[in-house]
């Protein structure tokens, strides 16, 4: 069975410019979340997605939003990127509590 | 706040040597933990769970034990291979309300094991 994928793998990006990451997730999970991961340091939860719905939502900016698609694949998208935006960025999907992760996207921005 | 943390950064390990990384957390109300194995440029990867109910649970060549009196957790991994050389993360699952499914990740631990 497929893991859960991303696009792309890697990304880089200017100040102000905007950036949308893809996930699909495991066949038969139903929910997606986001994580920044910044060099150096653990995942940090951005935002779940359960049923296309937002269920959950970490302290990030309004800078940060995200979707979920009826075939439960979701989107996150970075406004007005900022050099501090550099991090990987990871998606992962669940059918209950656990929570499996993609090999993520890692972003630059100079 | 909430936060996960991890009493040693780095770990060095001979091949065949038992390994054990540690992991506080603060969060009293947590009541689902896992472990994950992150190696250089992939995503975390599953390793084990336990919920807090439990005190103990063994999976293949791994253990966790929890502590939910000093909230402290703790990966032990039996005759460690060079391939379990990676970061490894402790993670706390959030309550409900707007921590609906948000896991708080620790630190990392850096487990080098030496042929």
């Known amino acids: 069975d497929a893991g859960v994928t991303q696009s792309p793998t890697h990304l880089i990006k200017t100040r102000g410019q905007h950036v949308t990451l893809r996930c699909s997730p495991i066949?038969?999970?139903?929910?997606v979340s986001w994580y920044q991961q910044v060099l150096g340091q653990g995942p940090q939860f951005i935002f779940q997605?359960?049923?296309?719905?937002?269920?959950g939502r970490g302290n990030f900016p309004d800078r940060f939003s995200a979707r979920q698609f009826p075939n439960y694949s979701s989107e996150l998208n970075v406004n007005a990127l900022l050099l501090g935006d550099s991090a990987l960025y990871l998606c992962?999907?669940?059918?209950?509590?656990?929570?499996?992760f993609g090999p993520g996207t890692r972003l630059l921005v100079l | 706040g909430e936060s996960v943390g991890l009493h040693l950064p780095t770990l060095s390990v001979q091949e065949g040597d038992n390994s054990i990384i540690n992991c506080a957390y603060s969060?009293?109300?947590?009541?689902?933990f896992i472990w994950y194995k992150q190696e250089s440029g992939k995503g975390p990867q599953f390793i084990i769970d336990?919920?807090?109910?439990?005190d103990k649970r063994q999976g293949q060549r791994v253990t966790v034990l929890l502590n939910k009196t000093v909230k402290h957790l703790s990966l032990q991994i039996a005759a460690t291979q060079p391939g379990d050389s990676a970061v490894y993360f402790c993670?706390?699952?959030?309550?409900?309300?707007?921590?609906?499914?948000?896991?708080?990740f620790g630190q990392g631990t850096i487990l080098t094991v030496h042929p």
């Open positions: 066949s038969g999970h139903k929910s």
């Open positions: 992962a999907s669940s059918s209950l509590e656990t929570q499996y």
């Open positions: 997605y359960y049923e296309k719905e937002e269920r």
């Open positions: 993670a706390e699952s959030g309550a409900g309300g707007t921590s609906y499914g948000k896991l708080t």
């Open positions: 969060n009293s109300a947590s009541d689902y």
């Open positions: 336990i919920r807090s109910n439990m």
